[in-house]
């Protein structure tokens, strides 16, 4: 009898937690709705806190992007930088700029935007206690290597940027510590963005819900599972949002925001998965977008290795580039998401912004009998073989190395001159390649911060500039690009950072693949939808049906 | 009794410190995870090591072992690199997991027990051939092919669930991912119950209590039964920390934010505190559950008994 009686307990104990999860599951259901004119999108957890100076990725972007408007704004098909809060931008000579904001802004909590809303922004990002990880883009700004020195070791000496000052309620002084012609169009980025008072006063009030002056309001943060955002009535812009407003969900993986998209749970994802790409057009239809997007994928060498240094470095990465069969693994791969390249820039930019297409020239064009002929006359590849590495935990990494691999072994006549190194994680290869240790190909990738011709050039192949990862230099490259940033008038500015960009092709520090394009899907209920050239929906457009 | 479970709870001590070890240099092993934060840009050695200090990376292993452990016994389980209190992302994925992980032992306890008894009293009838060949389809196929195309029919075709789970991750919604994950552990229950059964069919004690002119229930349920069991609880107990930990496959699929998905992220980010944190309590409850398995002993085998 006993023992029966311990049996019935333990049976009796499973019965109470079992009642007492199915009471903890049964909390409200509040993420639901999708009624009325609020899309429901696709959303990654954000990498950082959602700070405007400390985003640097298309997720945390998305939200600001929709919850901020600065001096400037990109526009969405153009990406030519337009007036949004600027009343005027002057400069007499492209350092000393006076900055005029209109009137009446409010943040969402009501309170105005005003200069100094600006001004404080901007120290707060700028300043090295603060640890932004967007911070670079304040470098322009005179006095910041006081408050942001560049040695590891060193301590800021200045707590503001002394390149600023407020005028007041709506102007302010921006001096540069040396000309920029380009400088106000850099003014779109997220990290530019006004800040409330609200952000310096409870920080962490702020980031549990940010507050902003876009044409969103934050109604309502889940951290890293859902944000809905309602369209911000006092929106004084001229983009206000189309729809109630937006509903974001974190899907721990993009397959599954693309089923949930095709079971009708979902409106728009603005990623489709590499598996998914050749069943989109299928699946979708009308309803898939596949456009261009500020990415260039590029291939860099290790020009501090003898082996790559002098003229026999150079043709034999010019033969490297011309074995790269670019179209087959642009179509096969990636179903028509890349475009093979053929400068290094990106058509987001348009002719006027400095795209060209085929600048690149015979360097980028497939042609493996010249491309052999180039590498042997050279004297081979160093040792005869060559490595390209990469980290292979995300995208199609993995797949796109063995096939470059494979085309220029094809073209070399010898199945084992390139081979893949792969590197398990993001932050290992990054670590790799910082520290100087690479000795063959590595994959460089760069999105673009603003759609300038200079920031494709400048953050990457400049002497000691902070992505020149190859450890390009070239005094003819430096001087063209000083002199296309103190250029006043804009075209000529262009032209002269397309000379610069000869020298690169020239030179090879790295060989361009391809361009990459945004994709997204989106759901019947929805109209209008696009990408912005940053591969961000232009959520305010979209209409609701 | 009593002083067993105490000295069992006292050997968790060693086990509790040693694993959070092990983790901590394997995560510490993979390397410099501030690079990452920067994306393609070169991180600027400024801002790289403000955030170093920010996580107390910039301190040797063993230091930073110990300032972790030191705010371990504080409660503070540290940040991961968006902010987030680890014990934030505890408090919400743990629950989580631990319905995930019910629903998936409750089919597995009641399909797979059901299904091993019947099968192991009608060995080689039909019935017994067909649930072995199920079972050996189940464990064949892995759970991500039968995960996608159980989500495919019955969340696209079929509209009968939503495919992806809501943030809430209610029981409801979990009847089906529940299932996919407990599939290959059911199909193992199933088979260690029937083979257990098979045995003490045959045994001694059950030709005794069928000759005492026992009711054939009777026999079956307190004798056979309660015999069986035994291997297939030791298996159960380790399933617990299995189901919990090991469902990063269904738990992605599913869209369901758990451990699995937490612990996920934290090693592609690279983020000590998020894995470490969760590793430690997944190793508290695997040995909670051993404990339990051990106590659960004497309750089925009346020759166990702990002093």
């Known amino acids: ?107 969402s909590d009501g309170t105005p935007v005003t200069a100094a809303s600006y001004v404080d922004a901007w120290n707060y990002g700028a300043h090295i206690e603060n640890a932004q990880v967007a911070s670079y883009f304040f470098q322009f700004i005179d006095g910041y290597d006081e408050v942001h020195p560049a040695e590891e070791d060193a301590e800021a000496t200045a707590d503001t940027l002394s390149g600023l000052r407020v005028l007041d309620d709506h102007t302010f002084t921006v001096r540069l510590s040396e000309p920029f012609s380009l400088w106000p169009e850099t003014l779109g980025y997220a990290a530019y963005a006004p800040l409330p008072r609200a952000f310096f006063d409870d920080h962490d009030a702020w980031l549990a819900k940010p507050i902003g002056n876009g044409p969103y309001e934050i109604e309502s943060y889940q951290r890293s599972q859902s944000m809905t955002l309602v369209r911000y009535e006092g929106f004084k812009g001229k983009d206000a949002a189309q729809n109630d407003g937006v509903e974001l969900r974190v899907y721990t993986d993009n397959n599954t925001a693309y089923t949930d998209l095709q079971a009708g749970n979902l409106d728009l994802i603005d990623d489709v998965p590499a598996s998914q790409l050749q069943n989109a057009q299928n699946d979708l239809g009308d309803r898939y977008i596949n456009q261009p997007a500020g990415i260039i994928q590029t291939v860099s060498f290790p020009l501090y290795e ?77 040792d005869g073989r060559i490595t390209l590495t990469s980290n292979v935990d995300t995208g199609s990494h993995r797949q796109w190395m063995d096939a470059v691999c494979n085309s220029i072994n094809n073209a ?51 002497t000691d500039a902070s992505s020149n990862d190859s450890v390009y230099r070239s005094e003819e490259f430096d001087r063209l690009v000083d002199e296309a940033n103190s250029e006043a008038d804009e075209a000529e500015a262009v032209n002269t950072f397309r000379e610069a960009e000869r020298v690169l092709v020239e030179d090879l520090p790295a060989i361009p693949l391809w361009y990459q394009n945004g994709t997204a899907g989106h759901s019947e209920r929805l109209e209008n939808v696009k990408l912005n050239p940053f591969s961000v929906p232009v959520f305010t457009e979209i209409k609701v049906s | 009794m009593g002083r067993y479970v105490i000295r069992r709870l006292l050997q968790m001590i060693p086990v509790f410190i040693g694993a959070t070890f092990l983790i901590f240099v394997m995560v510490y092993a993979l390397g410099d995870p501030v690079s990452a934060l920067f994306g393609d840009r070169g991180p600027d050695p400024a801002t790289a090591k403000a955030l170093r200090e920010e996580f107390n990376l910039d301190h040797p292993l063993w230091q930073q072992y110990l300032l972790y452990m030191g705010k371990i016994f504080s409660g503070d389980f540290g940040t991961a690199f968006n902010g987030q209190p680890v014990t934030e992302l505890m408090e919400r994925a743990f629950p989580i997991s631990f319905r995930l992980a019910l629903v998936a032992l409750t089919f597995e306890i009641v399909l797979g027990i059901v299904l091993g008894v019947v099968t192991g009293l009608r060995r080689g009838r039909s019935l017994d051939t067909t649930v072995l060949i199920l079972t050996l ?23 009968w669930i939503d495919p992806a789970v809501s943030p809430d991750a209610r029981l409801d919604e979990l009847i089906v991912p529940g299932l996919i994950l407990a599939l290959v552990s059911l199909a193992y229950v199933t088979r260690l119950t029937r083979t257990s059964v098979a045995e003490n069919t045959r045994a001694d004690y059950i030709r005794t209590a069928i000759a005492k002119g026992l009711p054939r229930r009777r026999v079956t349920v307190r004798h056979l039964l309660r015999n069986s069991l035994i291997p297939v609880v030791t298996y159960l107990g380790a399933d617990i920390g299995t189901l919990m930990a090991g469902a990063i496959v269904t738990e992605r699929i599913f869209n369901i934010q758990g451990v699995g998905y937490q612990l996920y992220q934290g090693i592609l980010r690279q983020n000590s505190p998020t894995v470490v944190g969760f590793v430690v309590v997944l190793v508290l409850i695997f040995l909670l559950a051993n404990l339990l398995v051990d106590l659960l002993y004497a309750v089925l085998d009346p020759r166990i008994r702990y002093a």
């Open chain 1, 1 to 107: 009898m006993r023992r029966s009686i311990r049996l019935t307990s333990a049976v009796a104990g499973l019965t109470v937690i079992v009642a007492a999860a199915t009471a903890c599951g049964g909390g409200d259901d509040s993420g639901g709705g999708g009624g009325g004119g609020m899309i429901r999108a696709s959303w990654g957890d954000p990498q950082h806190p959602l700070e405007p100076a400390n985003t640097n990725e298309v997720q945390g972007g998305k939200v600001l992007d929709m919850i901020f408007r600065g001096l400037k704004r990109y526009d969405p098909e153009t990406g030519e930088a337009k007036d949004e809060m600027a009343e005027s931008i002057e400069t007499d000579d492209q350092q000393n700029f006076t900055v005029t904001i209109e009137d009446g802004w409010t943040f």
């Open chain 2, 137 to 159: 389809v189940v464990i064949a196929v892995p759970t991500f092919v039968l995960g996608t195309t159980g989500q495919f029919f019955l969340g696209v075709e079929a509209g």
């Open chain 1, 412 to 462: 070399l006549d010898d199945t084992g001159a390139c081979t893949v190194n792969p590197v398990p994680t993001f932050a290992d290869f990054r670590n790799q390649v910082t520290g100087r240790e690479m000795t063959g190909m590595f994959r460089t990738g760069w999105q673009m911060d603003y759609p300038l011709i200079q920031n494709f050039l400048q953050p990457l192949y400049y």
């Open chain 1, 306 to 382: 003898d082996a790559w240094e002098g003229e026999d470095g150079a043709a034999l990465r010019r033969g490297l580039s011309m074995a790269i069969n670019r179209e087959e693994i642009t179509s096969r791969i990636f179903h028509d998401t890349r475009t093979p390249a053929s400068d290094f820039t990106s058509p987001v930019l348009g002719d006027a912004g400095g795209y060209e297409e085929g600048l690149c020239g015979e360097a980028c064009t497939y042609d493996p009998d010249r491309a052999k002929q180039l590498i042997e006359e050279a004297g081979g590849l160093p």
